[in-house]
């Protein structure tokens, strides 16, 4: 708790160090903190023998290495285009940020209550061997999706700093390159996740073959969830760097409250613990449609 200031930091800072061109040095300082989070761990529970307590310190010392670097870095003369200053006090500023940054809000208050919901599910028509399955899935899902969540936070500073120079060539330019490479991804992460289902499967769960079983099955519904989730997740993330967080909102609040919420209640009771897994796969597929009425019905407006 007491680290978590810092590694609020450090994820503002990653967009930061975007805005000021310094990518790379933002990727170090990711690193640096991910090693020390490692290195300590080992230390302090396997070394020291600390338990529970050492994995937390070994954490929240890493979650200080990420947030204090980049406030050293940008306090101090840098050459970026980047400094921090003397602050005033903006109070529509702050509102328009909280607006805008409301569909990430959104995205995470959705993403508890749902999985929730999920893990309920689970226990109903499979068990504990469900949820136990499900927690797999999400796990291998954040790394997958991190390629498109990163590219997202990437791409979101070039396209509100194109937008805000009205320059529209651009602009739709981004856009389009962006999609292409979204699909890219999608197939290549589609087709690895399904092929790569038992290996990885068998990595959290080769100790129980019905378990292993189980999560294979599951995994290789949940792959076709990866060929929708990456354009939802730019399409989100584009709205917000266009400043229209209402839109970007809507996106994710139909993504992961809405639309799983009614899939995960409804597909059960039709294809049975198939249904549930099923249920990711249909959420993303229909926030993609809304993704892409909301793109093309704004893009007059925004001249892409």
Known sequence: MLAIPAYILQYEFQ??????????????????????????????????????????????ISQLVGGV???LYFARPNNSLLRLGRTRFDGRALIKVCTN???ELLNN?????????????????VGEDGVAAYGVLMYVSLVFQAVFIGYSVGTAPIIGYHYGAQNFPELKG???KSLLLTGIFAVAMFGASYLLARPLSYVFTGYDEELLMLTVRAFSLFAFSFLFSGYVIFGSSFFTALNNGVISAAISFLRTLVFQVAAVLVFPLV??????WLSMVAAEALALLVTMIFLRGKK?????
């Open 101 to 103: 940054g409301s569909s």
């Open 15 to 60: 967009c930061l160090f975007v805005a000021a061109e310094k990518a790379s040095l933002g990727l170090g300082v990711t690193i640096a903190a991910g090693c020390t989070n490692i290195a300590l761990d080992a230390l302090f529970v396997a070394v020291f023998r600390w338990g529970l307590l050492g994995a937390a310190a070994a954490t929240a």
């Open 69 to 71: 670097i980049p406030l």
């Open 271 to 276: 294809w049975g613990e198939d249904g549930i």
């Open 109 to 125: 208050i959705s993403m508890s209550l749902v999985s929730m919901l999920y893990n309920l599910q689970l226990l109903k028509y």
């Open 174 to 176: 981004l856009l389009k």
């Open 300 to 304: 007059n407006k925004y001249g892409y």
